[in-house]
């Protein structure tokens, strides 16, 4: 299998909501945003899918030489051959990918965040930064477009947050802020029993609505940023922000019933988002 196809069916099997938004772009960009986000995918797999946390902490450690001898000339993994010859045309520096892997090698330190400022650095690392490497690959002219990539991002991974409260809970994660438990008087155990009468308390609602209306802010401050000028190459990760705000919509409207189940979108009704989008422009 070439590099090239291995990063394609990591891609493709996610299912992730940026998969919809590349297929609009030109060959060659899509090239370098499939290689790109195959190798956030590894990343990220490492600390899902692997139980023993030293056996993660390894993996994580390979993967910080890799990347660098393959910014030296060699690399080895299909990912990375894939992804190296895009680099230097899309400005991916050796520092964005250490960000990522850095991000997730906070998964394994810790699964709490006392406040939101600590959980604004982790979403820096494992989505703001991705968010800018991926506005460079998509085109980008105007300074105001690396902010308004970066917010972008930010506001994607709260709605991650949110939707996979559940999910995170019976891994023994929680990525709400301890601050913010305390101040709806939400408990950790509650959270992580996932169950009723705890799980869906009003207490519990209250929390969620307010993480929703966090994101909703940041989506609407990234989209104020967004020069005019850029509008047009950075449709897709528009496709991705419109993906991600309907999802986000879709889980109010379930009244945050994320403890014991995903809410996730129909592939049909996200290609229909990226295809307005892409028509529509927003």
Not at 191 to 197: A, E, K, M, N, V
Not at 250 to 272: A, C, D, G, H
Request: hydrophobic residues 40%; charged residues 25%; neutral net charge.
């Amino acid at each position: 299998m070439t590099p090239e196809k291995y990063v394609q069916e990591k891609t493709a099997k996610s299912g992730s909501s940026f998969y919809y938004a590349f297929l609009f772009l030109p060959l060659d960009r899509r090239a370098a945003i499939t290689a790109f986000y195959a190798f956030c995918r590894e990343i990220d797999d490492v600390v899902d899918e692997t139980q023993d946390p030293g056996v993660a902490a390894t993996k994580l450690a390979w993967w910080q030489k890799e990347t660098a001898s393959s910014f030296a000339g060699a690399p080895q993994h299909p990912v990375m051959r894939a992804l190296m010859p895009h680099c230097a045309s899309y400005d991916i520096r050796l520092e964005h990918l250490h960000a990522v892997i850095e991000g997730c090698q906070m998964d394994l330190d810790q699964n709490r965040f006392l406040d939101y400022p600590g959980l604004q650095r982790y979403c820096h690392l494992v989505a703001g930064v991705v968010g800018e490497v991926a506005a460079g690959i998509f085109g980008s002219t105007e300074a105001g477009t690396k902010a308004y990539a970066h917010k972008l991002g930010l506001a994607m991974q709260l709605t991650n947050i949110i939707r996979d409260v559940g999910d995170d809970a019976r891994r023994g994660r929680i990525y709400l802020p301890i601050s913010e438990l305390q101040q709806f008087d939400v408990k950790a155990h509650e959270i992580l029993q996932r169950s009723r009468p705890w799980g869906y308390s009003e207490r519990f609602t209250a929390l969620m609505q307010f993480q929703a209306g966090r994101a909703h802010q940041l989506y609407d401050e990234a989209f104020a940023l967004l020069p005019e000028a850029d509008r047009r190459t950075q449709k897709p990760g528009l496709m991705m922000a419109n993906i991600y705000r309907t999802l986000l919509r879709e889980i109010e409207r379930e009244n945050f019933q994320v403890l014991q189940q995903r809410i996730s979108l129909t592939p049909l009704r996200k290609v229909w988002i990226a295809v307005r989008t892409n028509l529509y422009g927003r």
